[in-house]
């Protein structure tokens, strides 16, 4: 997959949609007894530039009291940015509720276009 334009800006969730600042994701966490499969709850905060050049998503932990300051490991993580598809997130609320309308992964986009007719008709010999 390309890292330059559109697809180095973005991470995807497994469905090829667009991770945005202010989305919840559903993150898998692990599978319990009677292949019971349990999750986390994580909003995206923001893309940021780092230092080396390269952009990061903020993903919060949902446990941070008002007052209290950012640190990394304690009440959110991040994720380096370079296109590629998170296959354990899924986007499962928007600020605009229209996540499903957005553009998806290339990737993705290109797996799900109808396939071209054959020249006979459809008809294999």
């Known amino acids: 997959m390309s890292t330059q ?3 180095a ?3 995807y969730d497994k469905n090829g949609v667009p ?3 202010g989305d919840i994701v559903r993150v898998f966490h ?4 009677r292949r019971k499969r349990h999750y986390m709850y994580k909003q995206a905060m923001a893309y940021e530039r780092r230092l080396c050049g390269g952009l990061r998503l903020k993903l919060s932990h949902l446990n941070r ?6 640190e990394v490991g304690k009440n959110y993580y991040t994720e380096h940015v370079d296109g590629r598809l998170l296959l ?3 986007v499962v609320q928007s ?3 229209k996540f499903r309308a957005r553009p998806l992964a290339p ?3 290109e797996l799900r276009k109808p396939a071209l007719p054959t020249s006979n008709g459809g008809d294999q010999p």
């Open 65 to 70: 009291i008002t007052d209290e300051p950012w």
């Open 19 to 21: 991770i945005e600042a």
């Open 9 to 11: 800006v973005r991470l």
């Open 88 to 90: 354990g997130y899924e």
């Open 5 to 7: 334009g559109q697809d």
């Open 30 to 33: 692990f599978v319990g007894a």
């Open 95 to 97: 600020m605009d509720a």
């Open 107 to 109: 990737i993705i986009a």
